[in-house]
Nanobody, 125 residues
């Protein structure tokens, strides 16, 4: 299981980014997959998860409206669109999966998924 995240960078507040996570070694048609982030000095938190067998998404209430998760089956890649970026969105963003989990809600509340490498997002004010 390999997850390669990319697309991070330095953006001004109010801007947008689209993060990508390319999966290899497994098909995104089966397990749930999601995005998590870790801000400096804070614990890692769930941002968004997707149930790939029925396309049910999960977003924490405090993030709804600015984040959108989507999947491209042909590229075995999942994306995270972030709009209206805020300085508090700064952190390392990780994609993660659990081959034994198909529920987006369960994955976003898991503490032991398979982590990919992260991509840094920095939002300037």
């Amino acid at each position: 299981v390999q997850l390669q995240a990319s697309g991070g960078g330095l953006v001004q507040a109010g801007g947008s980014l689209r993060l990508s996570c390319a999966a290899s070694g497994f098909s995104l048609n089966r397990p749930a997959i999601g995005w998590f982030r870790q801000a400096p000095g804070k614990e890692r938190e769930a941002v968004s998860c997707l149930s790939t067998n029925n396309d049910i998404t999960y977003y924490p209430d405090f993030l709804k409206g600015r984040f959108t998760i989507a999947r491209d089956k042909t590229k075995n890649t999942v994306y995270l669109q972030i709009d209206n970026l805020r300085p508090e969105d700064t952190g390392v963003y990780y994609c993660a999966t659990d081959l034994g989990q198909s529920s987006s809600y369960a994955l976003c509340h898991s503490s032991t998924p398979n982590w990919g490498q992260g991509t840094q997002v920095t939002v300037s004010s």
